[in-house]
Nanobody, 120 residues
């Protein structure tokens, strides 16, 4: 079975860079043809897609966030990492990593999520 686990800070100050890692087991982020994605959900709101890094290393980001977003990977650790620059309180959300089958709207495995609160 595929498992994904988010890790990173729960509290951030405005203007800092948020880095969240997703460690994957049961699948290879390089060899299996999937899109390794980040999705977030602000409190009381719906899901917002952030972006992905594909199995071939290509990246794609939400046009609403791309100026502040990058996703990298460490293939040795089978891990991919979200970097979100210049965070504000509006970035407060539960952040999920997920596997997507086609890079769009086909998530089949989710991490359990991690709450990130941005506050001065």
């Amino acid at each position: 079975q595929v498992q994904l686990q988010e890790s990173g800070p729960g509290l951030m100050k405005p203007a800092q860079t948020l880095s969240l890692a997703c460690t994957v087991s049961g699948a290879s982020i390089t060899s299996d043809p999937y899109y390794w994605s980040w999705i977030r959900q602000p409190p009381g709101k719906g899901l917002e897609w952030i972006g992905y890094i594909a199995y071939n290393g290509s990246t794609y980001y939400s046009p609403f966030l791309k100026s502040r977003t990058s996703i990298s990977r460490d293939t040795t650790k089978n891990q991919f990492t979200l970097h979100l620059n210049s965070v504000t309180p509006e970035d407060t959300a539960v952040y999920y990593c997920a596997r997507d089958a086609n890079g769009g709207n086909a998530v089949d495995y989710w991490g359990k999520g991690t709450l990130v609160t941005v506050s001065a």
